[in-house]
């Protein structure tokens, strides 16, 4: 088991930036697969983007292609999802998870561990 704790949410406006981190305890995340998520309020929670267990592949929803990039130093044991250009409907809260395999998924539910999630809020 992976215990993840996120960080580096906050407010911004419009147009700018935010760098999540996700730091993990427990010497199985350098193999593991893992990915953000994201759920809005009345909303149901959303696939952001996945990273292999080497950082060799990883995957976007379309509605953040070419504006945030996942990230992984399993030196230390951390993820991060950088995130330019923000807009209001990318208003949520942050999870990230990690699953007992080295490959992606984008379904939540292959995603055995997860942390306590960071609000990231894009208003003016």
């Known amino acids: 088991q992976v215990q993840l704790v996120e960080s580096g949410g906050g407010v911004v406006q419009p147009g700018g930036s935010l760098r999540l981190s996700c730091a993990a305890s427990?010497?199985?995340?350098?193999?593991?697969?893992a990915g953000w998520f994201r759920q809005a309020p009345g909303k149901e929670g959303e696939y952001v983007a996945t990273i292999s267990w080497n950082g060799g592949s990883r995957y976007y929803a379309n509605s953040v292609q070419g504006r945030f990039t996942i990230s992984r130093d399993n030196a230390n044991n951390t993820m991060y999802l950088q995130m330019n250009n923000l807009k209001p409907e990318d208003t949520a809260v942050y999870y990230c998870?990690?699953?007992?395999?080295?490959?992606?998924?984008?379904?939540?539910?292959?995603?055995?561990?997860w942390g306590q999630g960071t609000q990231v809020t894009v208003s003016s």
């Open positions: 998870a990690a699953r007992l395999s080295r490959f992606t998924e984008s379904d939540p539910h292959a995603y055995s561990d």
């Open positions: 427990g010497h199985t995340f350098s193999t593991n697969a």
